[in-house]
Protein backbone atom coordinates (compact mmCIF):
# COMPACT_ATOMS: atom_id res chain seq x y z
CA UNK A 1 0.00 0.00 0.00
CA UNK A 2 1.16 3.23 -0.88
CA UNK A 3 2.22 6.59 1.50
CA UNK A 4 -0.51 8.50 2.70
CA UNK A 5 -3.21 5.91 3.67
CA UNK A 6 -5.73 6.06 6.43
CA UNK A 7 -6.62 2.37 6.57
CA UNK A 8 -7.89 1.67 3.02
CA UNK A 9 -8.63 6.01 1.54
CA UNK A 10 -5.84 8.22 0.76
CA UNK A 11 -3.01 7.44 -1.77
CA UNK A 12 -1.74 9.38 -4.31
CA UNK A 13 -3.67 8.80 -7.73
CA UNK A 14 -2.70 11.32 -9.75
CA UNK A 15 -1.04 11.76 -13.41
CA UNK A 16 2.93 10.79 -13.52
CA UNK A 17 3.89 14.65 -14.19
CA UNK A 18 2.80 15.42 -10.98
CA UNK A 19 4.60 12.69 -9.29
CA UNK A 20 7.61 14.62 -8.53
CA UNK A 21 6.12 17.67 -7.28
CA UNK A 22 3.91 15.96 -4.84
CA UNK A 23 7.70 13.89 -3.38
CA UNK A 24 8.85 17.78 -3.40
CA UNK A 25 5.99 18.59 -1.48
CA UNK A 26 6.40 16.06 0.94
CA UNK A 27 10.01 16.32 1.51
CA UNK A 28 9.70 20.02 2.27
CA UNK A 29 7.21 20.01 4.87
CA UNK A 30 8.74 16.81 6.35
CA UNK A 31 11.30 19.45 6.87
CA UNK A 32 9.74 22.71 7.75
CA UNK A 33 7.26 20.91 10.24
CA UNK A 34 9.34 20.11 12.56
CA UNK A 35 11.46 23.58 11.90
CA UNK A 36 11.63 25.88 14.52
CA UNK A 37 11.94 29.15 12.07
CA UNK A 38 8.78 28.02 10.25
CA UNK A 39 6.85 27.35 13.01
CA UNK A 40 7.38 31.00 14.40
CA UNK A 41 6.63 32.42 11.78
CA UNK A 42 3.46 30.56 10.84
CA UNK A 43 2.01 31.20 14.71
CA UNK A 44 3.38 34.59 14.44
CA UNK A 45 1.27 34.73 11.34
CA UNK A 46 -1.76 32.74 13.16
CA UNK A 47 -1.78 35.49 16.12
CA UNK A 48 -0.69 39.04 14.78
CA UNK A 49 -2.26 38.69 10.70
CA UNK A 50 -5.05 36.05 11.27
CA UNK A 51 -6.34 36.84 14.93
CA UNK A 52 -6.25 33.57 16.73
CA UNK A 53 -6.66 32.27 18.89
CA UNK A 54 -10.39 32.30 17.75
CA UNK A 55 -12.16 32.66 20.84
CA UNK A 56 -14.58 29.41 22.70
CA UNK A 57 -17.56 31.52 22.97
CA UNK A 58 -20.32 29.91 25.94
CA UNK A 59 -23.39 30.44 23.59
CA UNK A 60 -25.62 31.05 26.75
CA UNK A 61 -28.94 32.20 25.35
CA UNK A 62 -28.91 29.13 22.71
CA UNK A 63 -27.98 27.03 25.47
CA UNK A 64 -30.97 27.96 27.74
CA UNK A 65 -33.31 28.25 24.90
CA UNK A 66 -32.74 24.61 23.75
CA UNK A 67 -32.86 23.34 27.72
CA UNK A 68 -30.01 20.77 27.43
CA UNK A 69 -26.50 20.70 26.73
CA UNK A 70 -23.76 23.39 27.49
CA UNK A 71 -23.20 24.92 24.17
CA UNK A 72 -20.15 26.93 23.46
CA UNK A 73 -19.35 28.27 20.01
CA UNK A 74 -15.42 27.56 18.13
CA UNK A 75 -15.25 31.62 16.53
CA UNK A 76 -13.52 30.60 13.27
CA UNK A 77 -15.79 33.24 11.57
CA UNK A 78 -13.56 35.74 13.53
CA UNK A 79 -10.35 35.00 11.65
CA UNK A 80 -9.21 37.48 9.08
CA UNK A 81 -11.38 36.83 5.81
CA UNK A 82 -13.67 35.61 8.00
CA UNK A 83 -13.13 31.86 7.86
CA UNK A 84 -10.85 28.38 9.38
CA UNK A 85 -9.80 29.04 5.63
CA UNK A 86 -6.68 31.10 6.28
CA UNK A 87 -5.21 28.48 8.67
CA UNK A 88 -4.38 26.25 6.19
CA UNK A 89 -3.99 29.12 3.13
CA UNK A 90 -1.12 30.84 5.80
CA UNK A 91 0.72 27.19 5.54
CA UNK A 92 0.74 26.07 3.04
CA UNK A 93 1.92 29.75 0.86
CA UNK A 94 4.38 29.82 3.61
CA UNK A 95 5.81 26.80 2.94
CA UNK A 96 5.78 27.49 -0.99
CA UNK A 97 7.87 30.41 -0.67
CA UNK A 98 9.96 28.27 1.90
CA UNK A 99 10.31 25.63 -1.03
CA UNK A 100 11.14 28.74 -3.48
CA UNK A 101 7.98 28.99 -5.69
CA UNK A 102 6.59 32.34 -6.22
CA UNK A 103 3.34 31.31 -8.03
CA UNK A 104 0.56 29.77 -6.06
CA UNK A 105 -3.11 28.35 -7.81
CA UNK A 106 -6.12 27.36 -5.81
CA UNK A 107 -9.32 25.60 -6.63
CA UNK A 108 -12.83 27.56 -4.96
CA UNK A 109 -16.34 26.61 -4.62
CA UNK A 110 -17.98 29.71 -2.30
CA UNK A 111 -15.05 31.40 -3.02
CA UNK A 112 -13.92 31.47 0.87
CA UNK A 113 -10.84 29.30 -0.18
CA UNK A 114 -9.77 31.52 -2.98
CA UNK A 115 -10.20 34.46 -1.01
CA UNK A 116 -7.59 33.29 1.51
CA UNK A 117 -4.89 31.92 -0.79
CA UNK A 118 -5.27 35.48 -2.22
CA UNK A 119 -4.88 37.13 0.48
CA UNK A 120 -1.97 35.60 1.86
CA UNK A 121 -0.38 35.62 -1.64
CA UNK A 122 -0.91 39.47 -1.55
CA UNK A 123 1.00 39.40 1.91
CA UNK A 124 3.71 36.81 0.74
CA UNK A 125 4.21 38.26 -2.64
CA UNK A 126 3.27 35.30 -4.71
CA UNK A 127 1.45 35.63 -7.72
CA UNK A 128 -1.97 34.13 -7.45
CA UNK A 129 -4.35 32.39 -9.88
CA UNK A 130 -7.65 30.82 -8.70
CA UNK A 131 -10.11 28.45 -10.79
CA UNK A 132 -13.79 28.55 -9.66
CA UNK A 133 -16.81 27.29 -11.53
CA UNK A 134 -18.54 29.71 -13.80
CA UNK A 135 -22.18 28.99 -12.47
CA UNK A 136 -20.09 30.30 -8.87
CA UNK A 137 -18.93 32.72 -10.42
CA UNK A 138 -21.65 34.42 -11.12
CA UNK A 139 -23.34 33.35 -7.57
CA UNK A 140 -20.40 34.77 -5.31
CA UNK A 141 -19.98 37.77 -8.00
CA UNK A 142 -18.42 39.48 -4.58
CA UNK A 143 -16.18 37.05 -3.97
CA UNK A 144 -14.61 37.35 -7.39
CA UNK A 145 -14.27 40.63 -7.30
CA UNK A 146 -12.31 40.32 -3.52
CA UNK A 147 -9.98 38.36 -5.26
CA UNK A 148 -9.24 40.68 -8.18
CA UNK A 149 -8.87 43.52 -5.75
CA UNK A 150 -6.03 41.66 -3.88
CA UNK A 151 -4.48 41.11 -6.81
CA UNK A 152 -5.31 37.19 -8.05
CA UNK A 153 -6.51 36.69 -11.50
CA UNK A 154 -9.95 34.53 -11.56
CA UNK A 155 -10.33 31.78 -13.89
CA UNK A 156 -14.18 30.66 -14.38
CA UNK A 157 -14.24 26.94 -15.17
CA UNK A 158 -16.56 25.74 -17.57
CA UNK A 159 -16.39 21.83 -17.93
CA UNK A 160 -18.43 19.65 -16.25
CA UNK A 161 -21.00 21.14 -14.10
CA UNK A 162 -18.62 24.05 -13.75
CA UNK A 163 -18.72 24.03 -9.52
CA UNK A 164 -16.35 23.17 -7.60
CA UNK A 165 -15.47 19.57 -8.22
CA UNK A 166 -14.18 20.88 -12.02
CA UNK A 167 -12.44 23.83 -10.25
CA UNK A 168 -10.32 21.28 -8.83
CA UNK A 169 -10.11 19.11 -11.51
CA UNK A 170 -8.96 22.08 -13.36
CA UNK A 171 -6.60 23.10 -11.13
CA UNK A 172 -5.06 19.87 -11.11
CA UNK A 173 -4.50 20.02 -15.15
CA UNK A 174 -2.81 23.69 -14.29
CA UNK A 175 -0.75 22.25 -12.03
CA UNK A 176 0.49 19.15 -14.95
CA UNK A 177 1.06 22.59 -17.32
CA UNK A 178 3.17 24.70 -15.13
CA UNK A 179 5.08 22.76 -12.01
CA UNK A 180 8.53 24.56 -11.48
CA UNK A 181 7.30 28.14 -9.57
CA UNK A 182 3.91 27.20 -8.84
CA UNK A 183 2.56 25.63 -6.08
CA UNK A 184 -1.27 24.39 -5.95
CA UNK A 185 -2.70 25.44 -2.41
CA UNK A 186 -5.33 22.67 -1.64
CA UNK A 187 -8.06 24.12 0.30
CA UNK A 188 -9.50 21.17 1.85
CA UNK A 189 -8.35 17.74 3.58
CA UNK A 190 -8.49 15.75 0.21
CA UNK A 191 -5.82 15.24 -2.86
CA UNK A 192 -3.39 12.81 -3.27
CA UNK A 193 -0.87 12.31 -0.43
CA UNK A 194 0.69 14.46 1.31
CA UNK A 195 -2.77 17.16 1.05
CA UNK A 196 -4.63 15.68 3.61
CA UNK A 197 -1.72 15.49 5.93
CA UNK A 198 -0.69 18.79 5.69
CA UNK A 199 -4.14 20.90 5.34
CA UNK A 200 -4.96 18.85 8.54
CA UNK A 201 -1.88 20.07 10.45
CA UNK A 202 -2.42 23.63 9.31
CA UNK A 203 -5.54 23.48 10.51
CA UNK A 204 -5.69 21.62 13.87
CA UNK A 205 -4.80 24.51 15.65
CA UNK A 206 -8.82 24.57 16.02
CA UNK A 207 -8.95 21.37 18.29
CA UNK A 208 -5.50 22.52 20.08
CA UNK A 209 -7.40 25.54 20.99
CA UNK A 210 -10.47 24.08 21.74
CA UNK A 211 -9.25 21.89 23.89
CA UNK A 212 -6.85 24.42 25.83
CA UNK A 213 -9.62 27.01 25.97
CA UNK A 214 -12.14 24.45 27.12
CA UNK A 215 -10.01 23.28 29.97
CA UNK A 216 -9.37 26.74 31.17
CA UNK A 217 -13.29 27.58 31.31
CA UNK A 218 -14.65 23.92 32.47
CA UNK A 219 -11.76 22.10 33.76
CA UNK A 220 -12.62 19.48 31.22
CA UNK A 221 -12.87 17.78 27.61
CA UNK A 222 -15.93 18.40 26.14
CA UNK A 223 -18.45 15.43 25.50
CA UNK A 224 -19.52 16.52 21.91
CA UNK A 225 -17.18 18.33 19.21
CA UNK A 226 -18.92 19.46 16.23
CA UNK A 227 -18.47 20.29 12.61
CA UNK A 228 -19.79 20.25 8.86
CA UNK A 229 -18.29 18.71 6.75
CA UNK A 230 -17.57 19.20 2.67
CA UNK A 231 -14.28 18.27 1.87
CA UNK A 232 -14.04 18.02 5.35
CA UNK A 233 -11.09 20.70 6.33
CA UNK A 234 -12.72 22.64 9.30
CA UNK A 235 -14.03 19.34 11.07
CA UNK A 236 -10.79 17.78 11.01
CA UNK A 237 -9.00 20.70 12.49
CA UNK A 238 -11.78 20.52 15.35
CA UNK A 239 -11.24 16.69 15.94
CA UNK A 240 -7.65 15.62 15.29
CA UNK A 241 -6.39 16.57 18.44
CA UNK A 242 -9.37 14.97 19.99
CA UNK A 243 -9.26 11.64 18.27
CA UNK A 244 -7.63 9.51 21.11
CA UNK A 245 -9.71 11.21 23.48
CA UNK A 246 -12.51 8.40 23.38
CA UNK A 247 -14.78 10.21 25.79
CA UNK A 248 -15.14 13.20 23.09
CA UNK A 249 -17.70 12.24 20.88
CA UNK A 250 -16.97 13.69 17.09
CA UNK A 251 -20.15 14.59 14.95
CA UNK A 252 -19.44 15.83 11.17
CA UNK A 253 -22.56 17.64 9.48
CA UNK A 254 -22.99 16.85 5.74
CA UNK A 255 -25.28 18.33 3.16
CA UNK A 256 -28.45 16.15 2.71
CA UNK A 257 -29.52 19.47 0.02
CA UNK A 258 -33.03 18.41 -0.57
CA UNK A 259 -32.57 15.13 1.11
CA UNK A 260 -30.50 11.94 1.29
CA UNK A 261 -33.30 10.06 -0.60
CA UNK A 262 -33.21 12.63 -3.12
CA UNK A 263 -30.70 13.43 -6.34
CA UNK A 264 -30.13 16.57 -5.22
CA UNK A 265 -27.52 15.74 -2.24
CA UNK A 266 -23.70 16.08 -1.25
CA UNK A 267 -24.11 14.29 1.45
CA UNK A 268 -21.20 11.59 0.88
CA UNK A 269 -21.06 9.41 3.68
CA UNK A 270 -24.86 8.74 3.60
CA UNK A 271 -25.19 8.09 -0.06
CA UNK A 272 -21.93 7.48 -1.66
CA UNK A 273 -19.73 4.92 -2.16
CA UNK A 274 -15.82 4.08 -2.18
CA UNK A 275 -13.90 5.33 -5.15
CA UNK A 276 -10.91 6.80 -6.43
CA UNK A 277 -11.31 10.86 -7.96
CA UNK A 278 -8.90 13.70 -7.58
CA UNK A 279 -5.98 12.17 -6.28
CA UNK A 280 -7.41 9.68 -3.49
CA UNK A 281 -9.45 6.46 -2.33
CA UNK A 282 -12.22 7.40 -0.55
CA UNK A 283 -16.57 7.83 -0.80
CA UNK A 284 -17.94 9.69 -3.36
CA UNK A 285 -21.23 10.27 -5.03
CA UNK A 286 -21.26 8.03 -8.04
CA UNK A 287 -22.99 5.90 -10.15
CA UNK A 288 -22.58 2.47 -10.46
CA UNK A 289 -19.62 2.99 -13.36
CA UNK A 290 -17.70 4.97 -11.11
CA UNK A 291 -19.22 8.21 -12.64
CA UNK A 292 -19.17 11.17 -10.69
CA UNK A 293 -22.47 12.50 -9.46
CA UNK A 294 -23.69 15.85 -9.93
CA UNK A 295 -24.05 17.01 -6.43
CA UNK A 296 -26.19 19.64 -4.55
CA UNK A 297 -26.63 21.54 -1.39
CA UNK A 298 -27.99 25.46 -0.59
CA UNK A 299 -24.35 25.90 0.60
CA UNK A 300 -21.48 26.26 -2.09
CA UNK A 301 -18.68 24.86 0.49
CA UNK A 302 -20.62 21.65 1.21
CA UNK A 303 -21.43 21.07 -2.81
CA UNK A 304 -18.47 18.70 -3.41
CA UNK A 305 -19.17 14.46 -4.52
CA UNK A 306 -16.40 13.50 -1.99
CA UNK A 307 -14.77 13.45 1.56
CA UNK A 308 -11.13 13.40 2.99
CA UNK A 309 -9.74 10.41 3.22
CA UNK A 310 -9.31 10.67 7.04
CA UNK A 311 -12.63 11.29 7.41
CA UNK A 312 -14.21 7.80 5.49
CA UNK A 313 -11.13 5.95 8.04
CA UNK A 314 -12.94 7.62 11.08
CA UNK A 315 -16.38 6.49 9.96
CA UNK A 316 -14.96 3.02 8.62
CA UNK A 317 -13.63 2.29 12.63
CA UNK A 318 -16.70 4.42 13.96
CA UNK A 319 -14.81 7.39 15.81
CA UNK A 320 -16.31 9.80 14.52
CA UNK A 321 -20.10 9.90 13.42
CA UNK A 322 -21.49 11.50 10.25
CA UNK A 323 -25.10 13.08 10.10
CA UNK A 324 -26.73 14.56 6.73
CA UNK A 325 -28.47 17.94 7.40
CA UNK A 326 -30.67 19.43 4.75
CA UNK A 327 -31.08 23.04 3.05
CA UNK A 328 -34.18 23.66 5.10
CA UNK A 329 -32.74 22.19 8.48
CA UNK A 330 -29.28 24.45 8.03
CA UNK A 331 -31.63 27.58 6.43
CA UNK A 332 -32.78 27.18 9.73
CA UNK A 333 -30.56 27.36 12.16
CA UNK A 334 -29.06 30.00 10.00
CA UNK A 335 -31.42 32.44 11.01
CA UNK A 336 -31.92 30.33 15.04
CA UNK A 337 -28.00 31.66 15.32
CA UNK A 338 -28.37 34.85 14.18
CA UNK A 339 -31.81 35.54 16.13
CA UNK A 340 -30.56 34.32 19.31
CA UNK A 341 -26.71 34.81 19.61
CA UNK A 342 -26.49 37.70 17.20
CA UNK A 343 -24.04 35.75 15.53
CA UNK A 344 -24.53 35.19 11.49
CA UNK A 345 -22.93 31.52 11.12
CA UNK A 346 -21.84 30.62 7.16
CA UNK A 347 -24.21 27.94 5.87
CA UNK A 348 -21.88 25.49 5.66
CA UNK A 349 -21.51 26.08 9.97
CA UNK A 350 -25.19 26.13 9.82
CA UNK A 351 -25.30 22.67 8.84
CA UNK A 352 -23.44 21.79 12.26
CA UNK A 353 -25.74 24.61 14.29
CA UNK A 354 -28.86 22.64 12.92
CA UNK A 355 -27.73 19.01 14.74
CA UNK A 356 -26.83 20.98 17.89
CA UNK A 357 -30.34 22.28 18.12
CA UNK A 358 -31.44 18.42 17.44
CA UNK A 359 -29.75 16.95 20.26
CA UNK A 360 -28.90 19.16 22.64
CA UNK A 361 -32.03 19.44 23.72
CA UNK A 362 -32.10 15.64 25.00
CA UNK A 363 -28.65 16.01 26.57
CA UNK A 364 -27.96 16.48 30.46
CA UNK A 365 -27.29 19.83 31.31
CA UNK A 366 -23.79 19.35 32.52
CA UNK A 367 -22.09 17.92 29.09
CA UNK A 368 -20.54 19.98 26.52
CA UNK A 369 -20.81 20.44 23.10
CA UNK A 370 -18.54 22.86 20.86
CA UNK A 371 -19.83 23.87 17.26
CA UNK A 372 -17.22 25.22 15.02
CA UNK A 373 -18.92 28.15 13.53
CA UNK A 374 -16.06 27.49 10.43
CA UNK A 375 -17.21 31.00 8.86
CA UNK A 376 -19.26 33.51 8.83
CA UNK A 377 -22.36 34.14 7.03
CA UNK A 378 -22.49 37.27 5.64
CA UNK A 379 -21.62 36.05 2.14
CA UNK A 380 -24.79 33.85 2.31
CA UNK A 381 -27.01 36.49 3.06
CA UNK A 382 -28.70 37.17 -0.45
CA UNK A 383 -28.99 33.15 -1.03
CA UNK A 384 -30.73 32.78 2.04
CA UNK A 385 -32.65 35.81 1.26
CA UNK A 386 -33.79 34.18 -1.59
CA UNK A 387 -34.41 31.07 -0.62
CA UNK A 388 -37.25 33.29 1.44
CA UNK A 389 -38.45 34.17 -1.67
CA UNK A 390 -36.64 38.23 -0.81
CA UNK A 391 -34.59 39.46 -3.61
CA UNK A 392 -32.19 41.63 -2.49
CA UNK A 393 -29.08 42.70 -4.69
CA UNK A 394 -25.63 42.18 -2.93
CA UNK B 1 -2.87 -10.68 -29.26
CA UNK B 2 -0.24 -8.66 -27.41
CA UNK B 3 0.08 -4.97 -27.42
CA UNK B 4 3.73 -5.16 -27.95
CA UNK B 5 2.66 -6.76 -31.48
CA UNK B 6 2.06 -3.59 -32.72
CA UNK B 7 6.03 -2.70 -32.76
CA UNK B 8 7.03 -5.51 -34.69
CA UNK B 9 9.66 -4.17 -37.45
CA UNK B 10 7.95 -1.41 -37.50
CA UNK B 11 7.27 2.16 -36.00
CA UNK B 12 3.99 2.03 -34.42
CA UNK B 13 1.01 4.34 -34.86
CA UNK B 14 -1.37 3.95 -31.82
CA UNK B 15 -4.53 5.88 -32.30
CA UNK B 16 -7.14 6.85 -29.73
CA UNK B 17 -10.71 7.02 -29.92
CA UNK B 18 -13.12 7.61 -27.32
CA UNK B 19 -15.76 4.78 -27.11
CA UNK B 20 -19.53 6.22 -27.66
CA UNK B 21 -19.23 9.20 -29.52
CA UNK B 22 -21.16 10.55 -30.99
CA UNK B 23 -22.50 6.81 -30.43
CA UNK B 24 -21.17 3.11 -29.71
CA UNK B 25 -22.41 2.27 -33.73
CA UNK B 26 -20.03 4.65 -35.36
CA UNK B 27 -17.46 3.56 -32.66
CA UNK B 28 -17.57 0.06 -33.87
CA UNK B 29 -17.37 1.19 -37.34
CA UNK B 30 -14.65 3.40 -36.84
CA UNK B 31 -12.56 0.02 -35.35
CA UNK B 32 -11.68 -1.85 -38.70
CA UNK B 33 -11.18 1.19 -40.38
CA UNK B 34 -8.52 3.18 -38.00
CA UNK B 35 -6.62 -0.96 -38.53
CA UNK B 36 -7.05 -0.61 -42.09
CA UNK B 37 -6.07 3.20 -42.41
CA UNK B 38 -2.61 2.09 -40.77
CA UNK B 39 -3.23 1.89 -37.10
CA UNK B 40 -1.20 -1.03 -35.39
CA UNK B 41 -2.90 -0.39 -31.68
CA UNK B 42 -6.00 1.00 -31.09
CA UNK B 43 -6.73 2.46 -27.29
CA UNK B 44 -10.25 2.82 -26.77
CA UNK B 45 -11.45 5.58 -24.44
CA UNK B 46 -13.68 4.66 -21.89
CA UNK B 47 -15.54 8.15 -20.85
CA UNK B 48 -15.00 9.26 -17.40
CA UNK B 49 -17.26 12.37 -16.49
CA UNK B 50 -13.95 14.07 -14.71
CA UNK B 51 -10.84 13.13 -16.86
CA UNK B 52 -8.23 15.25 -15.11
CA UNK B 53 -4.96 14.59 -17.14
CA UNK B 54 -7.31 15.02 -20.54
CA UNK B 55 -7.40 18.75 -22.53
CA UNK B 56 -10.45 20.40 -23.63
CA UNK B 57 -11.08 17.79 -26.64
CA UNK B 58 -11.15 14.95 -25.18
CA UNK B 59 -13.32 16.15 -22.20
CA UNK B 60 -15.83 17.17 -24.86
CA UNK B 61 -15.92 13.70 -25.75
CA UNK B 62 -16.42 12.40 -22.76
CA UNK B 63 -19.15 14.58 -22.46
CA UNK B 64 -20.64 13.74 -25.61
CA UNK B 65 -20.71 10.17 -24.70
CA UNK B 66 -21.79 9.84 -21.64
CA UNK B 67 -24.78 12.13 -22.76
CA UNK B 68 -25.37 9.63 -25.26
CA UNK B 69 -25.47 7.06 -22.59
CA UNK B 70 -22.08 5.16 -23.33
CA UNK B 71 -21.74 2.49 -19.91
CA UNK B 72 -18.59 0.56 -19.36
CA UNK B 73 -20.77 -2.66 -19.86
CA UNK B 74 -22.01 -1.44 -23.52
CA UNK B 75 -18.30 -1.02 -24.49
CA UNK B 76 -17.45 -4.44 -23.88
CA UNK B 77 -20.61 -5.78 -25.73
CA UNK B 78 -19.44 -3.62 -28.53
CA UNK B 79 -15.58 -4.97 -28.25
CA UNK B 80 -17.57 -8.52 -28.35
CA UNK B 81 -18.67 -7.59 -32.03
CA UNK B 82 -15.81 -6.31 -33.26
CA UNK B 83 -13.05 -8.33 -31.71
CA UNK B 84 -12.92 -10.89 -34.45
CA UNK B 85 -12.53 -8.65 -37.07
CA UNK B 86 -9.60 -6.74 -36.37
CA UNK B 87 -6.75 -8.04 -36.08
CA UNK B 88 -4.17 -5.34 -34.04
CA UNK B 89 -3.83 -5.43 -30.21
CA UNK B 90 -6.87 -3.18 -28.59
CA UNK B 91 -6.08 -1.48 -25.02
CA UNK B 92 -8.12 0.27 -22.73
CA UNK B 93 -7.36 3.38 -21.78
CA UNK B 94 -9.60 5.11 -18.54
CA UNK B 95 -9.43 6.39 -15.02
CA UNK B 96 -8.87 4.71 -11.95
CA UNK B 97 -12.36 4.79 -10.84
CA UNK B 98 -13.73 3.36 -13.96
CA UNK B 99 -11.92 0.20 -13.20
CA UNK B 100 -12.14 0.40 -9.49
CA UNK B 101 -16.03 0.65 -9.37
CA UNK B 102 -16.98 -1.87 -11.78
CA UNK B 103 -14.78 -4.27 -9.28
CA UNK B 104 -11.05 -4.22 -10.65
CA UNK B 105 -10.50 -7.70 -10.69
CA UNK B 106 -14.14 -8.15 -12.85
CA UNK B 107 -13.34 -5.51 -15.09
CA UNK B 108 -9.87 -6.78 -15.79
CA UNK B 109 -10.74 -10.47 -16.44
CA UNK B 110 -13.61 -9.17 -18.35
CA UNK B 111 -11.63 -6.95 -20.42
CA UNK B 112 -9.03 -10.59 -20.66
CA UNK B 113 -11.85 -12.65 -21.73
CA UNK B 114 -13.18 -10.26 -24.69
CA UNK B 115 -9.32 -10.31 -26.47
CA UNK B 116 -8.15 -6.90 -24.74
CA UNK B 117 -4.10 -6.75 -24.81
CA UNK B 118 -3.92 -3.92 -21.94
CA UNK B 119 -4.51 -1.07 -19.85
CA UNK B 120 -3.73 2.42 -19.44
CA UNK B 121 -4.47 4.61 -16.32
CA UNK B 122 -3.02 7.90 -16.21
CA UNK B 123 -4.65 8.84 -12.60
CA UNK B 124 -2.59 5.43 -11.04
CA UNK B 125 0.98 6.07 -10.96
CA UNK B 126 3.95 3.99 -10.33
CA UNK B 127 3.20 4.39 -6.36
CA UNK B 128 -0.48 2.93 -6.78
CA UNK B 129 -0.30 0.68 -9.77
CA UNK B 130 0.29 -2.72 -7.80
CA UNK B 131 -3.42 -2.33 -7.06
CA UNK B 132 -4.00 -2.98 -10.95
CA UNK B 133 -0.77 -4.57 -12.56
CA UNK B 134 -1.13 -7.62 -10.11
CA UNK B 135 -4.36 -8.46 -11.59
CA UNK B 136 -3.78 -7.40 -14.78
CA UNK B 137 -0.72 -9.98 -14.59
CA UNK B 138 -2.90 -12.61 -13.57
CA UNK B 139 -5.12 -12.39 -16.47
CA UNK B 140 -2.51 -11.47 -19.18
CA UNK B 141 -2.93 -7.65 -20.03
CA UNK B 142 0.11 -5.47 -19.85
CA UNK B 143 -0.28 -2.61 -17.55
CA UNK B 144 1.26 0.24 -19.69
CA UNK B 145 3.15 2.59 -17.57
CA UNK B 146 3.29 6.50 -18.27
CA UNK B 147 6.53 8.41 -17.98
CA UNK B 148 6.47 12.25 -18.20
CA UNK B 149 8.85 15.22 -18.69
CA UNK B 150 8.75 15.84 -15.35
CA UNK B 151 9.59 12.25 -14.01
CA UNK B 152 13.75 12.67 -14.22
CA UNK B 153 15.46 10.09 -11.25
CA UNK B 154 11.82 7.87 -11.39
CA UNK B 155 12.56 6.71 -14.98
CA UNK B 156 14.61 3.79 -14.17
CA UNK B 157 12.24 2.62 -11.92
CA UNK B 158 9.21 3.06 -13.72
CA UNK B 159 10.89 1.47 -17.17
CA UNK B 160 11.65 -1.73 -14.98
CA UNK B 161 8.78 -2.74 -14.05
CA UNK B 162 7.13 -1.54 -17.13
CA UNK B 163 4.93 -4.27 -19.46
CA UNK B 164 3.78 -3.76 -23.30
CA UNK B 165 5.09 -0.17 -23.98
CA UNK B 166 5.98 2.43 -22.36
CA UNK B 167 4.15 6.04 -23.00
CA UNK B 168 6.10 8.95 -22.91
CA UNK B 169 4.53 12.20 -22.43
CA UNK B 170 5.95 14.70 -24.64
CA UNK B 171 4.97 17.85 -22.79
CA UNK B 172 3.98 18.99 -19.14
CA UNK B 173 0.12 19.62 -19.32
CA UNK B 174 -2.88 17.54 -20.49
CA UNK B 175 -3.67 16.00 -23.99
CA UNK B 176 -4.50 18.05 -26.36
CA UNK B 177 -2.87 19.19 -30.01
CA UNK B 178 0.21 21.49 -29.73
CA UNK B 179 1.67 23.71 -32.17
CA UNK B 180 5.11 22.80 -31.41
CA UNK B 181 6.35 20.24 -28.95
CA UNK B 182 9.33 22.14 -26.84
CA UNK B 183 10.29 19.28 -24.54
CA UNK B 184 13.84 17.58 -25.34
CA UNK B 185 11.71 14.17 -25.93
CA UNK B 186 14.46 12.19 -27.72
CA UNK B 187 16.79 12.86 -24.32
CA UNK B 188 13.99 11.66 -22.47
CA UNK B 189 13.37 8.25 -24.56
CA UNK B 190 17.30 8.01 -24.43
CA UNK B 191 17.31 7.72 -20.87
CA UNK B 192 14.15 5.31 -21.05
CA UNK B 193 16.32 2.70 -23.30
CA UNK B 194 19.02 2.92 -21.26
CA UNK B 195 17.19 1.34 -18.23
CA UNK B 196 14.44 -0.94 -20.40
CA UNK B 197 14.09 -2.64 -23.92
CA UNK B 198 10.41 -2.32 -23.93
CA UNK B 199 9.20 -0.27 -26.90
CA UNK B 200 8.28 3.52 -26.15
CA UNK B 201 5.92 5.06 -27.71
CA UNK B 202 5.24 9.24 -27.47
CA UNK B 203 2.24 11.02 -27.04
CA UNK B 204 0.17 14.21 -25.94
CA UNK B 205 0.29 17.12 -28.48
CA UNK B 206 0.91 15.23 -31.85
CA UNK B 207 -1.35 16.09 -34.54
CA UNK B 208 0.70 16.69 -37.72
CA UNK B 209 2.33 14.76 -40.15
CA UNK B 210 5.42 16.49 -39.61
CA UNK B 211 5.30 16.33 -36.00
CA UNK B 212 4.54 12.47 -36.06
CA UNK B 213 7.64 11.82 -38.74
CA UNK B 214 9.85 13.38 -36.49
CA UNK B 215 8.43 12.15 -32.68
CA UNK B 216 8.44 8.47 -34.60
CA UNK B 217 11.88 8.94 -35.83
CA UNK B 218 13.35 9.08 -32.06
CA UNK B 219 10.99 6.16 -30.56
CA UNK B 220 9.32 3.20 -31.56
CA UNK B 221 5.47 4.80 -32.14
CA UNK B 222 3.91 7.77 -31.65
CA UNK B 223 0.25 8.03 -30.27
CA UNK B 224 -2.67 10.20 -31.21
CA UNK B 225 -5.65 11.51 -29.78
CA UNK B 226 -7.32 14.59 -29.54
CA UNK B 227 -6.17 15.14 -33.45
CA UNK B 228 -9.14 12.38 -34.01
CA UNK B 229 -11.42 13.08 -31.61
CA UNK B 230 -11.69 16.65 -33.42
CA UNK B 231 -12.39 15.05 -37.04
CA UNK B 232 -15.14 12.82 -34.92
CA UNK B 233 -16.51 16.29 -32.94
CA UNK B 234 -16.35 18.28 -36.36
CA UNK B 235 -17.94 15.23 -38.69
CA UNK B 236 -19.92 13.18 -35.77
CA UNK B 237 -21.36 9.97 -37.50
CA UNK B 238 -20.08 10.94 -40.90
CA UNK B 239 -16.47 10.87 -39.57
CA UNK B 240 -15.34 7.21 -40.70
CA UNK B 241 -13.59 8.59 -44.18
CA UNK B 242 -12.20 11.89 -42.57
CA UNK B 243 -10.46 9.52 -39.87
CA UNK B 244 -9.81 7.32 -42.20
CA UNK B 245 -8.09 10.10 -44.84
CA UNK B 246 -6.16 11.77 -42.06
CA UNK B 247 -4.52 8.60 -40.43
CA UNK B 248 -3.63 7.30 -43.75
CA UNK B 249 -1.65 10.74 -43.88
CA UNK B 250 -0.40 10.28 -40.89
CA UNK B 251 0.69 6.48 -41.58
CA UNK B 252 2.87 7.44 -44.25
CA UNK B 253 4.89 10.61 -42.50
CA UNK B 254 5.86 7.97 -40.18
Known sequence: ?????????????????????????????????????????????????AGRPSLLYYAEKMTKDLGGAKIYLKREDLNHTGSHKINNVLGQVLLAKKMGKTRVIAET????????CATAAALMGMECEVFMGREDTERQALNVYRMRLLGASVHPVDSGTATLKDAVSETMREWTRRLADTHYVLGSVMGPHPFPTIVRDFQSVISKEIKQQCLEKEGRLPDVVMACVGGGSNAMGAFYNFIDDSSVKLIGCEAAGRGIDTFETAATISTGSSGIFHGMKSYFCQDEYGQIAPVYSISAGLDYPGIGPEHAYLHDIGRAEYVAITDDEAVNAFEYLSRTEGIIPAIE??????????????MPKDKIIVINISGRGDKDCAAIARYRGEDISE | MKTADAFNNKKAFIAFLTCGDPDIETTEKLIPEMERAGADLIELGIPFSDPTAEGPVIQAANERALKAGITTDKIFDMVRRIKDKVNIPLVFMTYANVVYSYGTERFIKTASDIGMSGIILPDVPFEEKSEFSVTCEKYGLDFISLIAPTSKNRIETIAKEASGFIYCVSSLGVTGVRSSISTNVAEIVEHIRNATDIPVAIGFGISTPVQAHDMAACSDGIIIGSAIIKIVEKYGRECIPHVYDYMKEIRQAI
Do not use: W
Request: no cysteine.
Open chain 1, 109 to 116: GAGQHGVA
Open chain 1, 349 to 362: SAHAVAHAIKIAPD
Open chain 1, 1 to 49: MSKGRFGEHGGQYIPETLMNAVIELEEAYEHYKNDKEFNDELTTLFNEY
